[in-house]
């Protein structure tokens, strides 16, 4: 009797360990998906601002953004976009950050850049670090955050 009540508490104990480790593994998995998501979805709407797709853009925007705030970027242009990282924080995948490259009618100015997300994990603010410099260099990065962050203050 001994025996089998030991047996029973091991697998028992073996159960507990096995379910808890599937749980820990399907949270983890869930959570590196959102981000690989978010990550691809922040790329997609770069990309289609960077080639000047603007309908795609605004479709590909988790917020309210209209075509005409993009067209009125010009001559301001993404070049380039890099290091988009979604980050887990707070209970969920909410934001993240990347470098982006602009220029206008000078050379151009890399800047880091936050992006927070919208529902489905759409790109929703993406918010350009301005120093007073790249802010002299490129005086339209101000427009940028008008139209995509919401506010130039930031």
């Not at 479709?59 to 067209?71: A, D, K, V």
Request: proline share 3%.
């Amino acid at each position: 009797m001994a025996k089998i009540m030991g047996r029973i508490g091991a697998c028992m104990g073996l159960f507990i360990v096995l379910a808890w480790a599937a749980l820990l593994l399907g949270y983890y998995g869930k959570v590196q998906w959102q981000k690989l998501q978010a990550e691809r979805n922040t790329a997609h709407f770069l990309k289609a601002v960077q080639l000047e797709r603007y309908d795609d853009a605004v479709s590909l925007f988790g917020e309210p953004l209209r075509r005409e705030s993009l067209q009125a970027l010009q001559p301001l242009r993404l070049v380039e976009y890099s290091r988009i990282k979604a980050v887990f924080d707070d209970g969920c995948v909410c934001g993240g950050h990347a470098k982006l490259t602009f220029q206008a009618d000078g050379p151009a100015v890399t800047v880091d850049a936050v992006f927070s997300l919208g529902e489905g994990l759409k790109s929703g603010q993406i918010c350009a670090g301005i120093t007073n410099e790249q802010r002299l260099a490129i005086p339209q990065l101000g427009d940028w955050n008008k139209a995509i962050c919401g506010s130039d203050s930031f």
